[in-house]
């Protein structure tokens, strides 16, 4: 499986962004995908996630500020940010599991900083 992730930037806080990852590759119709973060001197961990009939998980920092949605068709998550603050700032990475393994994409950094 491969992940390919878009977005990230820099952004005002305050602010929306929107990331998106796409997997391809043998893809199976029970998994899971997600995003999730890693800041300056702590360990990655998870922001969100969704299963593929879309119930999500949300860590308790970003409930209610980012929503993470998938397409199924495209086997496409977005992981849509609002009201960012700058403790948001982080590298991001979208991950994918099926059959007991995990994928990851390539780390994509937000920036809440004004």
């Known amino acids: 499986v491969q992940l390919q992730a878009f977005g990230g930037g820099l952004v005002q806080p305050g602010g929306s962004l929107r990331l998106s990852c796409a997997a391809s590759?043998?893809?199976?119709?029970?998994?899971?995908m997600g995003w999730y973060r890693q800041a300056p001197g702590k360990q990655r961990e998870l922001v969100a996630s969704?299963?593929?009939?879309?119930?999500?998980t949300y860590d308790d920092s970003v409930r209610g500020r980012f929503t993470l949605s998938r397409d199924n068709a495209k086997n496409t998550v977005y992981l849509q940010m609002y009201s960012l603050k700058p403790p948001d700032t982080a590298v991001y990475y979208c991950?994918?599991?099926?059959?007991?393994?995990?994928?990851w994409g390539k780390g994509t950094l937000v920036t809440v900083s004004s």
């Open positions: 969704i299963t593929a009939v879309g119930y999500t």
């Open positions: 590759g043998s893809i199976f119709s029970i998994n899971h």
């Open positions: 991950n994918f599991w099926q059959r007991g393994r995990d994928y």
